[in-house]
């Protein structure tokens, strides 16, 4: 398979803990962005790398939320001290340059 | 801040019929606009659109953009079953990465 592949495709913790994700994308692409989205909603952008830049995070990413790209491939998401408010599905896009970005499966957090 | 609205919400169909799904957008220096369709998983991408006035297909899909009245239409003809899914719109602007997506038009084709 070589689309967007994320790990792991269903988390349940508890409020308090930390949790990561990963995201491996298509291998050729140079772009990879994160994404949440909650029931009812569109995706909403989160951070975008370029190889192993960052190079835009929202304002919605607080600073229990970090991601990283360290050599330019794979890339991993983590929550600290999870909220329950933090429970949506996570979604790993990549893309090359600047064209149309695919998805991964994304990975649902459920926050007890 | 970019924004993108999607229109109707929710529609449904009987299988054979067309459904037109809109939308419209603010954004600054507009770059692309999308369209996905996305199903009880992640989304899949339809068309990537640019420039105005020409018409992208695939299939029964079709797709064009205004940019001078800043939307967007999804055609669907002959719709069949295997078209339920959220369809959603999203667009990039000075971002050149960021996709700001609306909130989807929930479609359902009955048989």
């Known amino acids: 398979d070589t689309g967007v592949s994320q790990d792991p495709r269903h988390k349940i913790t508890k409020r308090g803990q930390n949790v990561t994700f990963r995201c491996d994308p298509i291998?050729?692409?140079?772009?990879l962005y994160w994404y949440r989205q909650t029931l009812g909603q569109g995706p909403e952008f989160l951070t975008y790398?370029?190889?192993?830049?960052?190079?835009?995070k929202s304002r919605l990413l607080s600073d229990r939320f970090s991601a990283e790209r360290p050599k330019g491939s794979f890339s991993t998401l983590e929550i600290q001290r999870t909220e329950q408010g933090d429970s949506a599905m996570y979604l790993c896009?990549?893309?090359?340059?600047?064209?149309?970005?695919?998805f991964g499966p994304g990975t649902r957090l459920t926050v007890l | 801040e970019d924004k993108v609205v999607q229109s109707p919400l929710s529609l449904v169909v009987h299988e054979g019929d067309t459904v037109t799904l809109n939308c419209s957008y603010e954004?600054?220096?507009?770059?692309?606009l999308l369209w996905y369709k996305q199903e009880k998983k992640a989304p899949t991408f339809l068309f990537m659109l640019?420039?105005?006035?020409i018409e992208k297909k695939s299939g029964r899909l079709s797709s064009i953009l205004d940019k001078k009245e800043l939307f967007s239409i999804l055609n669907i003809t002959a719709t069949q079953t295997g078209d339920s899914a959220i369809y959603l719109c999203?667009?990039?602007?000075?971002?050149?990465?960021?996709?700001?997506f609306g909130q989807g038009t929930i479609l359902t084709v009955h048989p």
């Open positions: 896009a990549s893309s090359l340059a600047a064209g149309e970005q695919f």
């Open positions: 291998s050729e692409h140079n772009r």
């Open positions: 790398f370029q190889n192993e830049a960052q190079l835009e």
């Open positions: 954004v600054t220096n507009f770059r692309s």
């Open positions: 640019t420039s105005s006035g």
């Open positions: 999203a667009v990039t602007g000075t971002s050149y990465g960021k996709l700001t």
